[in-house]
C-alpha cells in the first residue's frame, strides 16, 4: 500500500464540503486538516466531521504536502502562491485566478517550484466526455449551451467565468488549435456582471465554436455538439448521453435494414449510429484520484496550470468583448 499523500484543504463551503468528503473516503489522501477564513463554519466542519481545523492557512501549508483550493476566486492566487513557495504541489478550483495577470504569474512560479500543479476543470472527466473523446477527430464546428437556474451563489464572477469557461476549457481541449478571433454579446440581468453570454470562437484551423451560457434559466441544460468529417457526435454533461452519428462509404448494395444517405455523384455513405458505454463515475473523486497519482508516479496532471490559464484567458477576452458590446449599447 502507497503512503497516503497528506493534504490540507482550504475552503469548506458547498463545493469544499464534496471535496472533504471525498478526500476523507480517498484511500490515497490522508487529510492533514481545513482551514477556511470563516472560521465559524470551519468550526461547524470540524465538530461534524471530526476533522482538525487550523486557524492559520500558512501552518496548514506547512504541515500539508499538497493542498486543496476550494475558495472563491478572488483568494485563489493568494493560497496557491503561498503553497507554491512553500514548494507544496497544488490542486485549485476553476478558474485558475481571478485575472490573467495572476494567472500567468501562477503558471511561472509552478515552472519555477517544479511542483506538481493541477486545476478543477470538472467537466474534463464527465462520464459523457470520457466516452465520446475516442470519437474526436478534427471538429470544424462546436456548438454548446451551459444553462442553469438561478443560483445565488456564484455570482461573485459573471457567467463567463461561473459556466461558460468549463465549455471553453472542453473546446479548446478538443481542438488544439490557436485562437484566431473571439466575438461575443452578453447582458446582467439578475446580478452586476453578464448572467447571459454568447460566444463565437474562432480557430487558426478553422474550426468555430459557437458558446451560450445562462444562469437565469427555467431548466438546466449542459449540451455540447461536435461536428467532424463524417462523424456527428452529442454530448450531453448533464443527462451523462453520448451519441454518436457517423458516415461510411458504401461499397455495394446497401442491407435491407441498412440507413444510407445519397450524395448524388459522389455516391452513396453508411449512416451509424452509436451510444457509447457511459461508465459510471464521480467526476471529482476521478480528478483527486489523478492528481495524488501524479504525485505518487510523477507524471503530468491531466489538466495543467497551462490549460487553466489557457481557457481563463479566452473566458477574460470573452469577457472584455462583452464590455465592449454593452458600452456600445450604452
Do not use: W
Not at 292 to 316: M, N, Q, W, Y
Amino acid at each position: 500500500m502507497h503512503k497516503k499523500l497528506g493534504i490540507g484543504l482550504i475552503g469548506v463551503g458547498h463545493l469544499g464540503k464534496i471535496h472533504l468528503r471525498l478526500i476523507l473516503e480517498n484511500p490515497y489522501l490522508h487529510l492533514v486538516g481545513i482551514y477556511d477564513h470563516n472560521d465559524e463554519l470551519a468550526r461547524k466542519i470540524e465538530a461534524d466531521f471530526g476533522v482538525r481545523r487550523y486557524e492559520n492557512a500558512d501552518q496548514l501549508i506547512q504541515d500539508s504536502e499538497a493542498l486543496d483550493i476550494v475558495t472563491p476566486t478572488l483568494s485563489h492566487f493568494d493560497y496557491a502562491s503561498r503553497a507554491i513557495r512553500a514548494s507544496r504541489h497544488i490542486f485549485i478550483e476553476k478558474p485558475l485566478t481571478h485575472t490573467v495577470k495572476e494567472g500567468k504569474k501562477l503558471v511561472d512560479l509552478v515552472m519555477e517550484a517544479g511542483v506538481k500543479a493541477q486545476v478543477g476543470h470538472v467537466e474534463r472527466f464527465n462520464p459523457a466526455f470520457l466516452a465520446a473523446r475516442e470519437y474526436f477527430g478534427q471538429p470544424m464546428f462546436i456548438e454548446t449551451h451551459r444553462l442553469a437556474e438561478f443560483n445565488p451563489r456564484g455570482t461573485d464572477v459573471s457567467v463567463v467565468h461561473d459556466l461558460m469557461i468549463h465549455d471553453i476549457d472542453i473546446v479548446l481541449s478538443v481542438v488544439r488549435s490557436n485562437v484566431k478571433k473571439i466575438s461575443a454579446s452578453g447582458v446582467a440581468v439578475v446580478s452586476d456582471t453578464p448572467d447571459i453570454a454568447n460566444a463565437r470562437i474562432e480557430f487558426e484551423n478553422g474550426c468555430v465554436a459557437n458558446l451560450t451560457s445562462s444562469r437565469i434559466s427555467l431548466k438546466n441544460m449542459r449540451k455540447s455538439r461536435f461536428f467532424q468529417r463524417d462523424a456527428y457526435i452529442s454530448v450531453d454533461f448533464y443527462k451523462k448521453k453520448t451519441e454518436v452519428v457517423r458516415l461510411k462509404g458504401l461499397v455495394g448494395e446497401p442491407g435491407p435494414l441498412d440507413i444510407t444517405i445519397d450524395l448524388g455523384e459522389k455516391g452513396s455513405k453508411l449512416i451509424y449510429f452509436d451510444q457509447p458505454k457511459v461508465e459510471e463515475v464521480n467526476a471529482i473523486a476521478m480528478e483527486l484520484d489523478l492528481f495524488a497519482k501524479a504525485i505518487r508516479e510523477d507524471l503530468p496532471t491531466p489538466v495543467p496550470v497551462e490549460d487553466g490559464f489557457a481557457a481563463l484567458s479566452v473566458a477574460h477576452q470573452v469577457n472584455e468583448k462583452i464590455q465592449a458590446s454593452l458600452s456600445v449599447v450604452a
